[in-house]
């Protein structure tokens, strides 16, 4: 078995990976911006069935400071980097986003390259292959990329850049790199650091969605994700591929909430059964923060396809009608705990 880091454990993804790694019989190590969240880190891994005793060294290093990276990638076989730098308010400048996760990647990757890791797999998101297009209809592919000088918000500027940079790193005598794209992550939560994507339901089940916002988006579970990053860390096809995670195809956010409504009974009683008119969605999204961030998907369907994963990897997600409701079954024990 392997040795492997896992930058972010103490997040969604992240946590999952660990999960899926120690499950697997890896050793891991991970790493937290500050040791104070060690406590809840491994409350979530206990949360999510790993033994006090898992084998899982958790260390200090920042994606902004050199410290610690040399030393967290020591001796390890792997590199799942799946850290991201966060914001607590919407950034003034594009590049208050941007350079922190270009330059967060490229820390990582130089330290793999010096400590001689087999390979790194860079935890991406569909943020940095479809935006910026303006086909109404299209289902994407590993070859699209995000058109970054199309207007588009900045985080998917940064994840877009960020991947970028970290190709060319590779490609110029970096170590053997593969990349996860995601888009909204949903399924069940460990803790309170969850998906942003995982914020739709909890607003439809807390009745705090009075109408449903006209736009479709393709969801896939956190345990696949994590599940196909391991296959793209070993398997030898993953080699310098991106791979998309996708359940089936793209939903509207309305058949999300049909799903919730007909599967959770009563307990989805506050799910909204209307969906907003496209020309008051927009304006709307002028004057609520909380529309302003979707403007940008709004009257759009984010396709895409996992054939590339399930071809070449083997990866097999499960049908997100069961992850949306491990998703609400999950924040509503969250909630009332």
Request: aromatic share 6%; with cysteine.
């Amino acid at each position: 078995m392997a040795e492997v880091l896992v930058t972010g454990g103490s997040g969604y993804i992240g946590s999952w990976c660990v999960l899926a790694l120690l499950a697997d019989g890896h050793s891991v190590r991970t790493t937290v911006r500050n040791l104070k969240k060690e406590p809840e880190l491994r409350a979530m891994l206990r949360a999510g069935g790993a033994p006090d005793d898992a084998k899982v060294t958790v260390l200090q290093a920042d994606l902004q400071q050199d410290a610690g990276w040399r030393e967290a990638v020591e001796g390890c076989d792997y590199v799942l980097h799946v850290a991201s730098p966060t914001l607590t308010s919407v950034p003034r400048d594009d590049d208050e986003m941007v350079v922190p996760a270009r330059d967060g990647v490229l820390r990582v990757l130089r330290a793999a390259r010096d400590a001689g890791v087999k390979r790194v797999v860079l935890t991406s998101a569909f943020g940095a292959v479809g935006y910026g297009h303006p086909e109404a209809t299209r289902v994407f592919t590993e070859a699209d990329w995000t058109d970054v000088d199309a207007g588009i918000p900045p985080y998917q500027k940064s994840k877009t850049l960020a991947e970028r940079a970290a190709w060319e790193f590779a490609a110029d005598g970096g170590p053997e790199l593969a990349a996860v794209n995601p888009v909204g992550v949903f399924g069940p939560v460990l803790g309170t650091d969850y998906s942003p994507s995982l914020g739709l339901v909890q607003r439809m089940l807390d009745g705090e969605m009075p109408a449903l916002p006209p736009f479709a988006s393709g969801f896939v579970d956190v345990r696949d994700v994590a599940d196909l990053h391991l296959r793209a860390m070993t398997d030898p096809a993953a080699a310098g591929e991106r791979f998309i995670a996708i359940a089936g195809h793209s939903l509207w956010v309305r058949e999300v909430a049909a799903i919730l409504r007909a599967r959770l009974g009563e307990r989805a009683a506050k799910v909204p059964t209307r969906e907003l008119p496209l020309w008051a969605a927009r304006a709307l999204a002028r004057v609520n923060p909380a529309m302003r961030v979707l403007r940008p998907q709004l009257g759009k369907n984010f396709d895409a396809t996992s054939e590339k994963a399930q071809r070449l990897l083997g990866w097999s997600p499960r049908p997100i009608e069961d992850t949306i409701v491990d998703t609400a079954e999950s924040l509503l024990a969250l909630k009332s705990a």
